[in-house]
């Protein structure tokens, strides 16, 4: 019974064997082929540089929970010794490193938040009334400020450091010609694509200003227009800042436009050319005529091409950053392009 067996086995491994071998073999596709139509196929290189833009924002949004993680990992772990090593609860050793500090907020500290919310406070809520509020919501101010101080001097004190890299954020060619600003051999270079009725826009230079002061001579900033669609405004806008640029005056009215986007129709820019002191007959007649359009749809185009879907669209040496981002994420960009120039 088991010589049977065995040359029964033998012979259905015999038939697999040959019918193996008869079977036609069909070839693995190459790794970077990603779809096939007939004969023509389109592979993941095609794919992932159509899709730049879009992979690195999931690939970053990964990374950004994955660091946000590992810090809160961190900082559990870390405040948990520390509240062991000091014989306290971890709430009670993080209250009271939280309260530490605090004061109490004057009056004109008070009223000054108050003038600054008034507008969008209903219209019978007077100082008074809202008093509690305020306090309470500047002392909040002030925890989520001090936590940050503490959980910094966590990560210093037991050397926290990520040690995995974000993912490469996409390199474009920019044709950095437009308004400009700093030296035209700046190590660094920004190109941004804005729109003067846009609010991110406005506070995004903000912040720009201060990137600027940061790293004094080493950065070149050029504006290139990409007004919305949506904002009605915003190609009269552009065109009169390039007026304003004809008689060599564009920071100073790119600065005003951001500064009273509440008042952009004609006769407003007009009155701004009249405000920084601009020839108005000349300037009334390059914006009456449009003559500035052209410039316009070029940047419009441009921006396009790049992949701008909304502004503020910031190009630094190339490196996409797009959005009105903190001051910090300009900061790690260009620390890292000065560094890779500094090692060639």
Excluded at 12 to 22: I, R
Excluded at 179 to 188: F, L, N, V
């Amino acid at each position: 019974m088991r010589l049977l067996l065995l040359a029964t086995s033998a012979a259905f491994l015999a038939a697999c064997a040959t019918a193996s071998a008869a079977a036609p073999t069909t070839a693995a596709p190459p790794a970077d082929v990603f779809a096939r139509v007939g004969d023509r196929t389109i592979t993941q290189q095609e794919v992932d540089a159509r899709a730049a833009d879009e992979l690195f924002k999931l690939q970053d949004q990964i990374y950004e929970l994955r660091e946000q993680t590992a810090e809160r990992l961190f900082i559990e772990r870390a405040i948990a010794e520390a509240a062991r090593k000091d014989k306290v609860s971890e709430e009670e050793w993080v209250e009271l490193r939280l309260e530490t500090g605090l004061r109490k907020p004057t009056e004109a500290e008070l009223k000054a938040l108050y003038e600054k919310a008034k507008k969008s406070l209903p219209a019978d809520a007077d100082f008074d009334s809202i008093k509690s509020e305020l306090t309470t919501y500047l002392m909040r101010e002030q925890r989520a400020a001090r936590a940050k101080e503490l959980f910094d001097e966590l990560k210093k004190e037991k050397g926290y450091t990520v040690v995995m890299q974000g993912p490469a954020r996409p390199r474009k060619t920019v044709e950095a010609t437009g308004p400009s600003r700093g030296a035209a051999d700046a190590k660094i270079s920004i190109v941004v694509f804005a729109d003067f009725q846009c609010p991110f826009c406005a506070r995004a230079a903000q912040t720009v200003e201060h990137v600027l002061a940061a790293y004094p001579g080493k950065i070149r900033l050029v504006y290139r227009h990409y007004p919305l669609s949506f904002h009605k405004q915003a190609p009269k806008a552009a065109e009169a800042a390039m007026c304003a640029n004809e008689q060599g005056h564009f920071w100073e009215y790119h600065d005003l436009l951001y500064a009273n986007q509440e008042a952009l129709g004609i006769e407003d820019l007009k009155g701004h050319a009249l405000q920084l002191g601009l020839d108005v007959k000349k300037f009334t007649a390059c914006l009456d005529t449009g003559v500035m359009r052209a410039a316009i749809d070029k940047d419009l185009a441009v921006g396009e091409k790049l992949g701008v879907k909304g502004t503020p669209a910031y190009f630094i040496n190339g490196l996409v950053l797009s959005g009105a981002q903190p001051e910090e994420e300009f900061h790690k960009i260009i620390d890292a392009e000065l560094a890779r120039l500094e090692a060639k």
